[in-house]
């Protein structure tokens, strides 16, 4: 190529990535823009959607929790639009102190509840629902007695296009629908710790009943805390992404990506498996490659001077079968059948059978290669005095190398990709590292991309290499 | 047998499907030492043949080829071996590509002379002197000339220390400029005494360097003699008519 014409290509190429990355840009400005908020919320506004939420609550679970709203009371100081549709609630509230009443009386409660029970089953298994229900009611009646606390919390409020289903929280306000994030922090002074205390009841493991202390075994503890009684783990303290669509489809792909590859380093069961990978790779081509040059030879020896005829007949019979059949099978059958009664371990297994595989395939292309040395070279060694094995060492097979030297590169690069197919006797290569980060995290996009482009990126590398190696082959003896 | 034989060819026969071609037919020649010997002939009348048949590049269908007294058609006899002191040069030169010049010499020398690889360089270096061709020493083929490519092609053959060399069209495949240059060292070495076989179809070069000139059609030798009887005096008329073509 000439300089002039890799210039021209070098500019068609960097104004492709540019045109991309400008277009990106435009669509991600446009989104932004659109969806910037444009609503903007009163206090009195504000106000009322907050009491609309906490009358949403915890309706259907507990009646003591309608007794914490009923003596919660939110007052909106300030109104913030955010950024992109978020609205930011400065709120000062008045409620009960919950957590300070339980924690009074929970250790009397529990000790009653599971009184009552061990009377009733004469078992030290406790139906923690049961418990609840009665500590819920034990509670209630008892609320009055709470004292009263205030505080001041940030609550975030979302516009939202379209109402999704099942969503509690999501409140329809002069036209437009909003969404109320109330972070842990928030749900904690709010409704008087009562977050807080879950799991707190496990730590219970001795009472007393009837003047003696009981053990409680740990499988008899109630491990669910108060939260649950209220329904205010159904409360979503998930924070809504309100960016625009291409800045939420990056963070999304940004969560999926920490959760596929650096929570708990799932990327090593890439790295591992792109290195077993390589390592099969080479060695089976190495492995091919002589058993190709081999085949190939005693092909051509049997074609030019008719001697070898048994060997011919094995060669060409390992060729058909290997040509003939599926890879995959032929692993299955050499691991399963062959090599796993013998005691062979699955690489060395693995290894052997991608070798024979293509050995075979470059035993043809190596048969071409010095085929299409000329018959004159073969004269003139044997007329020097070499003999037939010279010769070929000598003169034909270096020229035959040097033209399928860019084939055989070609077949390392399919051999490569091939080897994925080790999976199936249960190699952990690259192909086997995405499968197993898919079978933990469920995902398929990240993982099964992520094995694609590793694969994609060497085989560029070495269609690169196999470039520059023919360039400078072609440079040679000029 | 007379010791001053090199080459003696007994009733060559070459069939080639199952004897409906008959490329050599009944062919009966000697090569006495110091002979130059330069075969002509029409194409396919054999002439390349009967020269590869010599070092048995070509199997002969029947007859006997005896080179210094042994009968190199027999299956026991290591021809390798025989070859060895026997250069051939090729139309098509066959040098080695993927080898320098130098390379192209010393390979066969190195491997089956088993002298060493200094003695070789040293040895490739004096004929490449001889020919001028020193500074090419580094040189691929493909950056000589076709010239210098089948000069280089006989100072391979010639590190062997061959006793007999055989050219094969030497020159057919050259630039018309450049088949003085290489007639020329063919010369030299016929004046040096180097028993030569060579098919060929200059004419000069057969009637000023040849002893010995061979006329062959079909497979068969029509006239053999000298080069003036050849000729200035051919008898059979089909000699005749393909001189008056060539000259």
Known sequence: MKPKDRKKKLLIEAGVIALIVVVFAVVVLVDTFKFKNTYSLKADEAQEILSQTLALIPKKQSKTANGIVDRTHFTVKSVEAGETREQILHCEYETVDVLGLYNQYKNEWFADAYAYYYSETNQSMVNSAKVRQYMDEQLLAKLDEAETKSGS?????????????????????????????????????????MVTVSDDIKNTKTIDY?????????????????????????????????????????????????????????????????????????????????????????????????????????????????????????????????????????????????????????????????????????????????????????????????????????????????????????????????????????????????????????????TKLVKILERRLRKDER | MNDNIMIQVDDLKKHYLDGKVKALDGVSVSIYKGDVVAIIGPSGSGKSTLLRSLNLLEEPTDGHIYFEGVDITDKKVNINVHRQKMGMVFQQFNLFPHMTVLKNMTLAPVKLLKISETQAKERAMKLLERVGLADRAGAYPAQLSGGQKQRVAIMRALCMQPTVMLFDEPTSALDPEMVGEVLDVMKELALGGMTMAVVTHEMGFAREVANRVIFMENGKIVEEGSPSEIFDHPKSERLQSFLAKVL
């Open chain 1, 153 to 193: 919390i940030d609550i975030h409020v979302y516009e939202l296009q379209n109402k999704p289903e099942g969503d509690a929280y999501v409140i329809s306000h002069a036209g437009t629908l909003f969404r109320i994030y109330l972070s842990n922090d928030a749900l904690n002074g709010v409704f008087g710790g």
């Open chain 1, 210 to 462: 009837n003047g003696q202390s009981v053990d409680i075994e740990k499988k008899n503890t109630i491990r669910t805390g108060l939260a649950d009684c209220f329904g205010l783990n159904n409360f979503s303290s998930a924070k809504p992404d309100a960016s625009p669509y291409f800045v939420s489809l990056w963070n999304d792909f940004c969560d999926d990506f920490y959760l596929n590859f650096i929570k708990g380093a799932k990327w090593t069961y890439l790295a591992k498996g792109l290195i077993t990978t390589l390592e099969i790779t080479l060695l089976s081509a190495l492995l091919g490659v002589l058993l190709g040059f081999i085949c190939a030879i005693i092909r051509v020896t049997h074609d030019k001077t008719g001697k070898m005829m048994i060997p011919d007949q094995i060669v060409r019979v390992y060729l058909s079968i290997i040509r003939g059949t599926p890879v995959m099978i032929q692993l299955l059958i050499i691991y399963f059948v062959i090599l796993l009664p013998a005691g062979v371990a699955k690489f060395p297994s693995a290894v052997i059978c991608f070798a024979l595989n293509s050995g075979a395939y470059v035993a043809e292309i190596v048969r071409g290669g010095i085929m299409s040395v000329d018959n004159g070279q073969i004269e003139a060694g044997r007329s020097l005095g070499l003999n037939y094995i010279q010769t070929m060492y000598h003169i034909v097979v270096p020229q035959a190398f040097k033209a399928v030297l860019p084939s055989l590169a070609n077949e390392f690069i399919t051999l490569l990709k091939e080897s994925s197919v080790a999976f199936y006797i249960g190699v952990a290569d690259l192909t086997q590292g995405g499968l197993k980060i898919r079978s933990i995290t469920y995902s398929n996009f990240m993982p099964l991309i992520a094995v694609a482009v590793i694969y994609f990126i060497i085989v560029m590398i070495l």
